[in-house]
C-alpha cells in the first residue's frame, strides 16, 4: 500500500528521519487491479469538483493503429512489466500487453484512474 506525505529523502538525496509515523489521513486509497471481463465501473471523488471514473473490469479497449484509432475487444492480458502475477489474473495496468480483436496492443491509458483502455498495437 502507498502512502501519501513527505518524501523520506532530501532534494540531495540525502535521507530525512520520520519525526512522527503515518496517520491514517495520509494513506492512499487501495489499487483499482482493473480485470478483463463484464464492464464495470466505480465513480470516486477527486480533488475540488472533479471525479474520478475507475474501471474495476471492461472487455473494451481504444486501440491505435497505424495512426487510425479502432474499438477492440480485450481477450486476454499476455504479458505486464509491473506485475508478473497479473497476468495469469487478468490485471489491467499502464504498460501490459493485451491480445485484443485487432492483435497485441500496449496499454497507454491508466484504467483504474481513467476509467479506459487506450492501448497501441505493437509488432508480434
Known amino acids: 500500500m502507498k502512502d501519501q506525505g513527505r518524501s523520506t529523502r532530501k532534494r540531495t538525496g540525502g535521507r530525512l528521519r520520520p519525526s512522527h509515523d503515518k496517520k491514517r489521513h495520509q494513506l492512499g486509497r487501495e489499487a483499482a487491479e482493473t480485470t478483463v471481463g463484464e464492464p464495470r465501473f466505480q465513480y470516486i471523488d477527486a480533488r475540488g469538483t472533479e471525479e474520478k471514473v475507475r474501471a474495476l473490469s471492461t472487455n473494451v479497449a481504444q486501440v491505435s493503429v497505424d495512426g487510425e484509432t479502432v474499438s477492440a ?9 509491473s506485475n508478473v502475477n497479473y497476468v495469469r489474473r487478468n490485471i489491467l495496468t499502464k504498460g501490459a500487453i493485451i491480445e485484443t480483436s485487432e492483435g497485441r496492443a500496449r ?14 498495437a505493437v509488432d508480434e
Open 73 to 81: 475487444e480485450i481477450e486476454n492480458v499476455v504479458e505486464n512489466p
Open 107 to 120: 496499454v497507454t491509458s491508466r484504467p483504474g484512474q481513467t476509467g479506459l483502455v487506450n492501448a497501441v
